[in-house]
């Protein structure tokens, strides 16, 4: 029997997770695990959060359906502390722009997409992005391989029956495989 905690390194979020739904991680149409996807460069300190402005020219080319991978150096902090106490954020008036924008998937290094040591914070975000259909994949890590913009990703939850989250496989493909069938 193989025990572990659905949230832990890299995984995602379903909307149960924060009882924006009923949805558990199992009820998601498999083709939403794979997307385009912008790899956007963000320079973050401790604690700062994350917003639409820091996207750059990036903002302009995110459209409806596309995932939005947000590589900020954070995992290099994964063995310390301030890897889960000081971790920047998503503001929230970027959360409510990307639910605007439709898109399908947001990913991020940090352990959350907002601060775990605050708890209304932490609910705010995730009910913005969760109930606006937006998939969350937190704690990816080896971003700083990923060379290009645009990537097709793929990421691949375990199939937790009632699950409101789970570890995941997320592979982001710089040249992938054309008229392979």
């Known amino acids: 029997m193989l025990h572990l905690y659905s949230h832990a390194g890299t995984h995602m979020d379903a909307p149960f997770h924060f009882e924006v739904n009923e949805q558990t991680i199992d009820q998601f149409e498999v083709g939403r695990f794979v997307c385009d996807a912008w ?30 991978i947000l590589k900020t150096g954070w995992s290099a902090y994964v063995h310390e502390r301030k890897y889960r106490e000081e971790l920047p954020g998503i503001h929230e008036s970027l959360a409510h722009w990307l639910v605007g924008k439709n898109i399908n998937l947001l990913g991020v290094e940090t352990p959350s997409v907002a601060d775990v040591m605050d708890l209304q914070e932490v609910t705010k975000i995730h009910e913005i992005l969760l109930g606006g259909d937006i998939i969350i994949v937190e ?42 069938n």
Do not use: F
Not at 42 to 65: F, H, N, P, T
Not at 145 to 171: F, N, Q, T
């Open 39 to 68: 790899v956007i460069p963000v320079e973050m300190q401790a604690r700062q959060k994350i917003r639409l402005e820091d996207l750059g020219e990036y903002a302009d080319s995110i459209d409806a359906g596309d995932g939005v």
């Open 139 to 180: 704690g990816l890590t080896n971003l700083e391989s990923v060379s290009k913009e645009k990537v097709k990703l793929i990421a691949l939850p375990l199939k937790i029956e009632g699950g409101d989250g789970a570890p995941a496989r997320v592979i982001a493909m710089e040249n992938p495989l054309v008229g392979v």
